[in-house]
Nanobody, 120 residues
Framework: QVQLVESGGGLVQPGGSLRLSCAASGSIFSMYAMGWYRQAPGKQRELVAS??????NYADSVKGRFTISRDNAKNTVYLQMTALKPEDTAVYYCNADLNSGAAASVRRYWGQGTQVTVSS
């Protein structure tokens, strides 16, 4: 069993910053991509940022404002968000692509989500 636990969401004023964290625990053999998605009310879930050993990828809407990073020793991925805008308001979900054994298939796991609200 694998569990992803997110933290760091909350209410922030426009222009402010937040850092989200997501720690994976359980039966983890190898971790591949990790990332963050978000879902605003009435909208589809969308990719915010992802990170692999080969680099990072960002949605155009957050480039230059958000930074994704990971600590492989801690199986943790972070999302540093700056210059936040009201349109960044959403539930943010982390994901991790990993397997639980050398012969096991790679699966995608999701966190439970953390609310980010940008409002004055």
């Amino acid at each position: 069993q694998v569990q992803l636990v997110e933290s760091g969401g909350g209410l922030v004023q426009p222009g402010g910053s937040l850092r989200l964290s997501c720690a994976a625990s359980g039966s983890i053999f190898s971790m591949y991509a990790m990332g963050w998605y978000r879902q605003a009310p009435g909208k589809q879930r969308e990719l915010v940022a992802s990170i692999t050993s080969g680099g990072t990828n960002y949605a155009d809407s957050v480039k230059g404002r958000f930074t994704i990073s990971r600590d492989n020793a801690k199986n943790t991925v972070y999302l540093q968000m700056t210059a936040l805008k009201p349109e960044d308001t959403a539930v943010y979900y982390c994901n991790a692509d990993l397997n639980s054994g050398a012969a096991a298939s790679v699966r995608r796991y999701w966190g439970q989500g953390t609310q980010v609200t940008v409002s004055s």
